[in-house]
């Protein structure tokens, strides 16, 4: 039996997301995101299957109109997985069971007879995408926001695997909106399924890299952090009483912080560090944002860049590297230590290291 190369890809694509998949639903650690991830992929291998068994003449093409389901249940699917991540409690409740009733009811309607035309569909499909793609884009800018309050790492960090995974999705669905509205302008169809046969390949395997390599990526927030987070965005000027209160917290606060130095520790959050102070979160948050006009992330990051600064104008030994310093003062990636060092000191760490050299190159001799 011989293959086109649309043919291969197709195979090549299939025994991704059903390896990945399967990969996934069978690890010990049960997690609800690894569960919709997994269905994900197995609705989009499937999806292809389908194209591909109609290519080879198994499969009838009225059959394949079931193939709207996968189409409609996408979008869907990927922001509950985006739930999932972004939201360390998070169940299926019935409500969410509702995100299956469009795909379900549109094929019922088919098999019932309705007329639909092909563009109709597509174009219903079209409008689902769009809306789903947009309630996850807000929620994954919910928990940057939430995050910049509540933990000292690098927020933007935990999202850049998703936004990626989002990112292929997005590009695939354009270029696809592309072949439909140009499909009278001599174009073959063969280019445009290699394109987003490759896209799909190259967004798969970027999950598949993410999920092996960063299996616990995403921290997740709760309840308690949106309320933080929400409580600072809708702060109101301080009551003279509250200023003193808050003034004295602050310089508590700054204390532990100089003489503990807690913010070593590349996860430390805002909840940790109330638990060692023995200050409710919520009043360390306010603080810090309404004495110090600094969000948790941008206080703790202030603190790990004075360290770094002293280790770079007095290294511990002659050969100690940047990402020795970096990792040293709580830090876990080089761009978002760079970015924050930058930030704070008008200069990348490598210049910051080579001024202090050649200053004290220049006072030896």
Same mark, same amino acid.
């Given at each position: 039996? @011989? ?8 195979? %090549? ?7 990945? &998949? ?18 994900? /992929? ?6 292809? /299957? ?16 079931? @193939? ?15 739930? @999932? ?38 174009? &219903?499909?079209? %409008? ?6 947009? %309630? ?11 995050? %910049? ?8 960090? #935990? ?21 439909? /509205? ?37 921290? &997740? ?70 004495? /110090?006009?600094?969000?948790? @992330? ?17 290294? #511990? ?16 990636? #080089? ?31």
């Amino acid at each position: 039996m @011989s293959f086109t190369f649309i043919q291969f890809l197709q195979l %090549l694509l299939i025994f991704q997301t059903y390896f990945f &998949g399967l990969f996934l639903v069978s690890q010990r650690k049960k997690k609800l995101s690894n569960t919709i991830l997994s269905i994900l /992929l197995f609705e989009i291998g499937s999806h292809i /299957l389908s194209w591909f068994l109609v290519s080879k003449s198994i499969l009838a093409v009225p059959i394949t109109n079931f @193939s709207w389901f996968f189409s409609f249940s996408y979008g869907g699917l990927l922001y509950l997985y985006a739930q @999932s991540l972004t939201y360390k409690d998070f169940e299926m409740r019935k409500n969410d069971f509702s995100h299956a009733i469009l795909p379900i009811g549109v094929v019922i309607l088919i098999f019932a007879g309705v007329p639909f035309r092909e563009l109709d569909l597509y174009y &219903g499909m079209l %409008l689902s995408l769009v809306v789903y793609l947009f %309630l996850t884009f807000k929620t994954i800018t919910h928990f940057h926001k939430v995050l %910049l309050h509540t933990v000292s790492t690098n927020s933007k960090l #935990k999202l850049n695997w998703f936004i990626t995974l989002f990112s292929y999705f997005i590009l695939a669905l354009v270029i696809d909106i592309v072949r439909v /509205l140009i499909n009278g302008a001599g174009i073959a169809d063969m280019y445009w399924e290699i394109l987003v046969n490759l896209i799909l390949i190259t967004m798969v395997n970027t999950a598949i890299y993410n999920g092996l390599r960063y299996p616990d990526i995403f921290i &997740g927030i709760d309840k308690e952090d949106e309320t933080i987070a929400k409580l600072n965005e809708d702060r109101k000027p301080e009551s003279l009483v509250e200023n003193a209160v808050n003034s004295e917290i602050r310089t508590e606060i700054q204390v532990y912080i100089e003489q503990n130095k807690p913010y070593l520790n590349p996860a430390l959050s805002l909840a940790e560090l109330s638990a060692q102070l023995k200050i409710p979160a919520r009043q360390v948050s306010q603080v810090i944002n309404e004495q /110090l006009n600094q969000n948790f @992330s941008d206080f703790v990051n202030t603190y790990r860049i004075k360290e770094a600064q002293k280790r770079l104008e007095n290294p #511990k030994e002659a050969k100690e590297t940047i990402s020795e310093v970096m990792y040293e003062v709580g830090f876990n990636s #080089k761009s978002a230590f760079n970015t924050a060092f930058k930030k704070k000191t008008g200069l990348s760490p490598s210049q910051y290291k080579t001024m202090f050299n050649s200053s004290r190159t220049e006072i030896d001799s």
